[in-house]
């Protein structure tokens, strides 16, 4: 699979939010709601995670 700049760049961000947000719900509490949303640029299906308090 060739992988653009773009597409790694969203990768690497996906992954340290993936690692900061647990932390960060721990602290404010709330329901994590989790949604796969197809995105055309990288032109897979990726997660979106929300914080909903």
Same mark, same amino acid.
């Given at each position: 699979? =060739? #992988? $653009? !700049?773009?597409?790694?760049? *969203? $990768?690497? +961000? %996906? &992954?340290? &939010? *993936? !690692? $900061? /947000?647990?932390?960060? %719900? +721990? =602290?404010? +509490?709330?329901?994590? #709601?989790?949604?796969? /949303?197809?995105? =055309? &640029?990288?032109?897979?299906?990726? &997660? *979106?995670? !929300?914080? /909903?308090?």
């Amino acid at each position: 699979m =060739k #992988i $653009s !700049r773009r597409g790694f760049l *969203v $990768s690497t +961000g %996906a &992954a340290l &939010a *993936v !690692r $900061s /947000v647990p932390q960060v %719900a +721990g =602290k404010t +509490g709330g329901r994590r #709601i989790l949604t796969l /949303v197809y995105d =055309k &640029a990288l032109g897979m299906m990726r &997660a *979106v995670e !929300r914080v /909903v308090p």
